[in-house]
């Protein structure tokens, strides 16, 4: 019965993510802020970790550890969004 709880709530954050991904790349389309557009490549990125940790935890075998691809992933997210702060700061 857990188990059950634990994917829906990776598959939560997985939907939730995409979701936040998706509002702030429409945001951003529709108002040219690039603020936006780095949040969104970051959400899109986490997105991304939150489908790697459904597959490595829910899907696969036991036998395929997927940490090191998720962590690149959350690691390029985070580094994508400070790189987005960092560039809007300068101008």
């Not at 991904?21 to 970790?49: P, V």
């Not at 998720?70 to 997210?77: H, S």
């Amino acid at each position: 019965m857990s188990s059950y709880f634990a994917s829906a709530v990776y598959l939560l954050c997985f939907f939730t993510s995409s979701v936040c991904a998706l509002m702030l790349g429409r945001s951003f389309r529709r108002t040219r802020t690039r603020l936006l557009f780095w949040s969104a490549l970051c959400f899109g990125l986490l997105a991304l970790n939150n489908l790697l940790l459904v597959l490595d935890l829910v899907v696969l075998p036991p036998s395929i550890d997927l940490a090191l691809p998720r962590g690149l992933v959350a690691l390029a997210a985070v580094a994508t969004l400070l790189f987005g702060f960092i560039w809007d700061a300068e101008e």
